[in-house]
């Protein structure tokens, strides 16, 4: 893809200015699905986006019911509720399963395009819930809907961002509370635990 878009990111009170573009999409392994189809799906994505200011799996499918739609060979249709659910579920299968080739200050790196994210809105939404601390510590509390965005919205977004960075030092801490007295990964736990108090400092 040729957008790109100068984004700030970095501790509180610190502003650096990154530039992004999207290269383009592919397929993660074992999605069922090339990287001819992961591009078009993950424009198509982009766009709803876009489109909706948001993301989730059920606005995916309404948006995938339309044969017109990029996304409709995605799912397998049909008409009960229960497949609903299941095409839902294909929905995040679907966002889980593309990944982007983005240009960050001239070097290539390759990201989940589509992550998920809390969605501070959503009916119901508990105001006092820390979604951060939420995040890293992978909550699940009915005042928290998980929705998706795209992963260059997420950069740009300061708060999401926030979310982003701490689930990711949760799934590290749990990776070393899991694997920690297991023989042979001493020196990756120990590099992982070093990480984390690097990013703490």
Same mark, same amino acid.
């Given at each position: 893809m040729d957008s790109s878009d100068k984004d700030r990111q $970095? #501790? &509180?009170?610190e502003e650096i200015e990154m530039e992004i573009k999207i290269n383009r999409y592919? =397929?993660?392994?074992?999605?069922?699905f090339g990287h001819e189809r992961a591009e078009r799906y993950g424009k198509e994505l982009e766009a709803l986006h876009a489109r909706s200011g948001k993301l989730s799996a059920s606005i995916v499918v309404e948006a995938a019911s339309d044969e017109a739609s990029p996304l409709h060979d995605a799912f397998t249709w049909a008409d009960d509720e229960a497949a609903r659910l299941h095409r839902e579920h294909e929905a995040r299968r679907l966002m889980a399963g593309i990944e982007v080739e983005i240009?960050?200050?001239?070097?290539?790196?390759? !990201?989940? &395009?589509?992550? !998920?994210?809390?969605?501070?809105? =959503?009916?119901? =939404?508990?105001?006092d819930i820390d979604l951060?601390?939420?995040?890293?510590? $992978?909550?699940?509390?009915? $005042?928290? #809907?998980?929705?998706? &965005?795209?992963?260059k919205k997420v950069v740009e977004r300061p708060e999401l961002l926030a979310q982003y960075r701490e689930q990711a030092r949760g799934e590290l801490e749990r990776w070393i509370k899991r694997y920690q007295n297991v023989q042979g990964l001493e020196e990756m736990v120990a590099k992982a635990r070093a990480a984390l108090a690097a990013a703490a400092a």
């Open positions: $970095g #501790k &509180a009170g592919r =397929a993660r392994p074992g999605r069922g240009v960050v200050d001239g070097r290539v790196i390759e !990201s989940r &395009a589509f992550v !998920s994210i809390f969605d501070e809105g =959503a009916p119901g =939404a508990d105001p951060v601390t939420a995040r890293r510590n $992978g909550a699940r509390h009915p $005042g928290l #809907k998980n929705d998706y &965005a795209p992963i």
